[in-house]
């Protein structure tokens, strides 16, 4: 008997079909991986599952038993867990009072935390997610809010896990952790679904593999039997091809730093004594483990921040007007970490959200919006950029990260920019959109622009740079010529250990 | 029962919301007539004679919708970059001070520079009181709920203490109350043997400008970026703090002229009975016409109409005024409700 299975889900939502007639089954210690790009129903399938949603066709079965749809404590009665995205933790509470929150009967007037406490330590080692059940959440990291997500749903005796894209925020090293952990679950027993487009950590994990496109279930293969290239081309539905990387001849310096500091601000660290020097054609990776100073650099590149000291020289002349604007203007196209908070206005409509940094100098007399213009430069970019919406007076929230990111680069690398900082321009993004990302901005550096590509992707960066430079504690390494790098160095220069030769400094 | 989040609210059902709302406030007040001892039927039709029912009652009800159309738009604008002024009472009677400052004789011009001085000195006025809370805001991160509300206090004791004191009429036989607005400096009439002043028209005419500065300008579109996000505001290269303290002079100035048109319409001299809370209802205004400046005109001329038909009900049901407040407060309450039905759907079951 299957230990769970899906039996021609159909779910509707208006117009848009988002799971049309889906069969699947899960079984006992297997680890099924569920693959399909942004939209492709993923999400949806697991709601019905957890009962968020009650699909319109169609029944889910738990060991034979049919479950009660809609009912979110029907599937948690039958032993399902999810590890969700987004932490759904407090972060106030420590792990021991987050695990057994909602597990006890409001009229328990005493919680028995010891019990508690010797069930999570029990299960801890079990499975060798190591936590203290005393740490507050906030203190946590994120690999290890991660694992008290885990544990919250074994501590409910789960005996079906399901994990939606639960690599994305994860260090190399913490999904190996990760990946350990999951191994041994199912050796205990347990069956997961592991949710992903992320093509590697599918053919690592899996036992077999569904894929989902446009709501449909369109493959299903052995791992064993699968490779990248057949993965790639089933999700998206045409063969992918991955931007080629060419190495051109440099120009002039575009943005030079020298001597720049930052001071740290709360929540942030500052920068020491940083030097770069990026030219025309080339495009210049940063890696580096997050929160070590990219967001300070990259606020610098963008106008945001201003540096306590030394100089900024953009295009050859020293920058003194730290304004998002003026360097707009200037010719910098700035695409964000943060696409849908700090990239877009949700509410407000496409082609509003075209104007973006250029409001005012694509005003009339720099006071009156000129829409007309605005909503035909709007249809255009549309159009070249394949930015799936209905138009320019969509709501730009409506649109998926996919093509708000589109939107983004259309903003910007459309006035032909000479620089260009883009910080984790693929980030969260499926196959299809992260081949077009990338080939963007190879695009804008064949045509002249000098690029700071900021990536948590080292394979993305390795693919994308001419010469890579590394931020550790606020501090810069290099940037050194790709082809005299491996990801070991990189790695350890991540976490701080200097380089030795410093010969092929730019 | 449970809701699901809509896509995109249909037009017509953001249309219909408000005029659904009153309708929900007018069956549910009916309760509170008959508690009151009358019969609701008489009462809404001595309410609508009161209010529509003759040419006086229309333009009474037109006369009180005017302070209304200034605070509602003080309140709307605010809003919308969500800059929370609450203190929009007290910002009309700084208008009005100024008025009476400028418009008791110190100087004397013709009507038509005269009027337009009142009006500018008395936005000033409230433009000038509202950089207090903003200043402590953007610079001290003050809550402004707080310092904008609590002012309302300090700028009413203060008026009191000008009309015992200095300000004080000797002609007034004691009363506490200023020296009139000379001749020049009043509003004429625009309906004869009403009320009724130009002072509409220039109220119509302000919600009609600042519909279209939050349309068409670049000052619109970075009051609403602010309003909907901060952090992609920055992005865009928007100075937050220089669109609160723009967001602040056009409501602490709407305010402030709504105490002018006060003063030198409907008054002609600066009392403490100037305003019975217009500030205050200047915020329902904005609610019910959801923010939006055109919507302002309709919503305040209904509330005013309510209001007046309100006084009118309660002198031939004899049954309180207190009611307009109850209806006015249930269709606000209704709108609140049903602009969430505009984001929400309900469905009905599990």
Redesign the interface.
């Known amino acids: 008997m299957k230990k769970l299975q899906f039996s021609k889900i159909c779910k509707n939502f208006?117009s848009v079909v988002a799971n049309d007639n889906i069969s699947l089954s899960l079984g006992e210690g297997e680890i099924l991986s569920v693959l399909g790009e942004n939209g492709a129903g993923k999400t949806t399938l697991m709601n019905i599952l957890f009962g968020h949603y009650?699909s319109d066709k169609g029944f889910i079965e738990v060991e034979g038993q049919r479950l009660t749809p809609?009912?979110t404590r029907a599937s948690l009665d039958a032993g399902i867990g999810m590890v969700h995205q987004h932490f759904t933790l407090a972060d106030n509470l420590t792990v021991l009072e987050n695990i057994i929150l909602g597990t006890e009967p409001l009229t328990r007037l005493w919680s028995q935390k010891k019990q508690a406490y010797t069930k999570l330590k029990a299960l801890s080692k079990r499975f060798g997610l190591l936590i203290n059940p005393d740490d507050k959440v906030a203190d946590l990291t994120v690999g290890e809010k991660q694992r008290v997500e885990i544990i919250k749903a074994l501590y409910r005796d789960a005996s079906i896990l399901i994990l939606d894209e639960p690599t994305a925020v994860l260090t190399p090293q913490e999904t190996t952790q990760l990946f350990k952990v999951l191994k041994e679950m199912v050796n205990a027993g347990l069956s997961i679904m592991f949710i992903s487009h992320k093509l590697n950590e599918i053919l690592e994990i899996s036992d077999r593999i569904v894929v989902l496109r446009h709501g449909k279930l369109v493959g299903e293969v052995a791992t064993k039997n699968a490779s990248k290239e057949s993965l790639a081309e089933m999700m998206v539905g045409r063969k992918v091809t991955r931007p080629a990387y060419e190495k051109l001849k440099i120009g002039k310096a575009v943005v030079e730093l020298n001597d720049v500091c930052l001071k740290s601000s709360e929540g942030s660290v500052g920068l020491t004594n940083i030097n770069l020097k990026i030219h025309e054609k080339e495009i210049i990776g940063l890696a580096g483990v997050s929160g070590n100073g990219q967001a300070g650099l990259a606020s610098i590149f963008?106008?945001?921040a201003s540096p306590s000291s030394g100089e900024f020289k953009l295009f050859g002349e020293s920058l003194i007007k730290y304004?998002?604007?003026?360097l707009?203007k200037s010719g910098v196209a700035?695409i964000?970490e943060?696409r849908t908070?700090?990239?877009?206005?949700?509410?407000?409509e496409v082609w509003?959200n075209f104007?973006?940094?250029q409001?005012?100098s694509k005003?009339k007399s720099?006071?009156?919006?000129d829409?007309k213009q605005a909503v035909s430069s709007a249809e255009k970019l549309i159009q070249e950029y394949d930015i799936r919406c209905e138009g320019p007076f969509a709501?730009t929230r409506?649109l998926s990260g996919g093509n708000i990111q589109k939107l983004i680069l259309a903003r910007s690398l459309s006035n032909n920019p000479r620089f260009i900082i883009a910080n984790k321009p693929a980030r969260g993004l499926d196959e299809g959109a992260i081949s077009f990302v990338q080939q963007q901005i190879i695009n804008a550096k064949t045509k002249g622009a000098g690029v700071l590509l900021i990536s948590e992707d080292l394979d993305e960066i390795f693919e994308l740079s001419d010469r890579i430079a590394v931020i550790f504690n606020g501090r810069l390494q290099g940037p050194f010529d790709t082809s005299t790098l491996n990801i070991n160095q990189v790695g350890l220069m991540m976490s701080g250990e200097m380089k030795e030769d410093s010969l092929h400094e730019a | 029962m449970r809701l699901k989040t809509r896509?995109?609210a249909p037009v017509w059902l953001i249309a219909l919301l408000p005029i659904l709302s009153i309708g929900v406030a007018f069956i549910i007040g009916a309760f509170f007539i008959i508690w009151a001892g009358g019969s609701p039927i008489t009462a809404y039709i001595a309410l609508i004679k009161g209010s529509l029912g003759s040419t006086f009652a229309i333009t009474e009800s037109l006369a009180r919708a005017i302070p209304l159309i200034f605070t509602g738009l003080a309140a709307a604008v605010a809003f919308r970059a969500k800059f929370w002024n609450i203190g929009a009472e007290g910002q009309l009677y700084c208008g009005a001070m100024a008025a009476t400052l400028v418009g008791t004789g110190v100087i004397d011009l013709p009507s038509v520079i005269m009027i337009p001085v009142l009006f500018i000195a008395g936005a000033l006025a409230g433009c000038l009181i509202l950089l207090l809370p903003v200043l402590l805001k953007t610079h001290m991160k003050v809550d402004e709920v707080v310092t904008t509300l609590l002012l309302n206090f300090v700028i009413l004791l203060f008026v009191n203490m000008l009309l015992e004191g200095p300000w004080k009429d000797p002609m007034a036989m004691g009363w506490p109350q200023a020296a009139r607005i000379i001749d020049s400096g009043v509003l004429p009439i625009i309906v004869a043997k009403s009320r009724l002043h130009l002072g509409i028209i220039i109220a119509i005419v302000m919600s009609v400008v600042m519909w279209a500065i939050l349309r068409?300008?670049?000052?619109?579109?970075?009051i609403?970026?602010v309003g909907?996000?901060q952090?992609?505001?920055?992005?865009?290269?928007?100075s937050i703090n220089k669109s609160v303290l723009m967001v602040a002079l056009f409501s602490g100035g709407l305010a402030g002229m709504a105490g002018v048109s006060e003063v030198a319409g409907l008054k002609g001299y600066l009392t403490l009975t100037l305003s019975p809370g217009f500030g205050y209802t200047g915020i329902a205004v904005a609610m019910l016409a959801q923010l939006h400046p055109i919507g302002v005109i309709i919503s305040a001329i209904f509330l005013a109409s309510i209001y007046v038909g309100a006084d009118a009900m309660s002198r031939s049901v004899n049954i309180p005024n207190y009611i307009a407040d109850i209806l006015v407060a249930i269709s606000l309450l209704s709108v609140l409700v049903g602009s969430m039905l505009t984001r929400f759907r309900i469905v009905w079951g599990?």
């Open positions: 208006g009650i809609g009912s963008q106008g945001l304004d998002p604007r003026y707009t700035r964000p943060d908070k700090e990239g877009i206005i949700g509410e407000m509003e104007l973006g940094e409001l005012r005003a720099g006071f009156f919006i829409k709501s409506l | 896509r995109n068409f300008t670049v000052w619109g579109y970075e609403r970026a909907y996000n952090q992609a505001s920055t992005f865009y290269g928007i599990k």
